[in-house]
């Protein structure tokens, strides 16, 4: 489980499970029970942040997009690795992240 708040000022904090990384606080050693902000992203302004069942993606206000967790890097149209990322990554194909999110948002629909 996995819980993710933006302050007004775009702050993030999350808290919840420390499996596959999906905190984003780096190399966690055990569950966080109380909100923390993510450090990396304490200089950028998120505008909105969406939680999956083992990921954690944030856009802020420059158009920046930053992933964490379980994630599947694509290599190529055949090829690609399933990674975790414990901490915020810089996505730069943002087309890609708003694929994913329409395929997320028609398979949970159903």
């Known amino acids: 489980m996995l819980s993710a708040a933006l302050t007004e000022r775009g702050q993030v904090y999350i808290w919840g499970s420390k499996q596959n990384g999906q905190l984003g606080l780096g190399n966690v050693q055990e569950n ?6 993510i450090n990396y992203l304490a200089f950028k302004k998120g505008i909105s942040i969406v939680c999956g ?10 158009k920046e997009a930053y992933g964490w967790g379980t994630c ?3 290599k190529n149209q055949k ?3 399933i990674c975790e ?3 915020p990554k810089r996505i730069f194909d ?3 992240v708003h694929k994913f999110l329409i395929q ?5 629909s159903h």
């Not at 966080?32 to 902000?37: D, F, V």
């Not at 997320?104 to 949970?108: I, N, Q, Y």
């Open 104 to 108: 997320e948002d028609s398979v949970s």
């Open 85 to 87: 990322l414990n901490a």
């Open 53 to 62: 069942e083992s990921h954690v993606l944030c856009f802020t206000e420059t």
């Open 79 to 81: 090829d690609f690795e």
């Open 72 to 74: 599947t890097l694509i």
């Open 94 to 96: 943002v087309d890609i």
């Open 32 to 37: 966080i029970l109380e909100p923390r902000q």
